[in-house]
């Protein structure tokens, strides 16, 4: 078994309208993607105060420096929730309320995003059939999709 262990610098003080809803590690460990949800208010180590309604994705580096967000309200969600999946091959999955969002990280940019019946509250990548599966809130239903490749 081989444990990693590192330590990550806080970027944000919480506060009582701060909602982080997910974490993902890329799998080398040199990533750190959060998703955060619903009015934002984020104080950073140099002080500056920002705020944000939408739903946003933020890459941090190991030591806790951001290196990119992206800021959608596609990514809003409306339950606590982890809205975020990172499949082994790297891709990053973020779900907001009725949608999922396929993102890539490097360009800052959204890929595709695809409207589902319901409300998210998991989901899942298949690499070895491309299939993306999302698990539905109060339903006992999941939504799958074929994905080209």
Request: hydrophobic content about 35%.
């Amino acid at each position: 078994m081989y444990i990693s262990t590192f330590n990550i610098i806080p970027v944000c003080i919480r506060c009582r309208f701060c909602t982080f809803v997910g974490v993902a590690v890329s799998h080398d460990g040199k990533r750190i993607y959060r998703t955060e949800n619903g009015r934002l208010v984020t104080l950073t180590r140099d002080g500056t105060v920002t705020r944000t309604e939408n739903g946003r994705l933020v890459t941090l580096t190991r030591d806790g420096t951001v290196t990119a967000t992206i800021k959608d309200p596609t990514f809003k969600h409306s339950m606590i929730t982890c809205s975020i999946h990172m499949a082994t091959t790297g891709q990053v999955f973020v779900f907001g309320n009725k949608s999922v969002s396929q993102v890539d990280t490097g360009d800052k940019t959204i890929l595709d995003t695809v409207d589902v019946d319901g409300c998210p509250s998991s989901i899942y990548f298949n690499v070895d059939n491309g299939k993306l599966l999302v698990g539905i809130h109060d339903n006992d239903s999941m939504t799958e999709f074929k994905t080209m490749t």
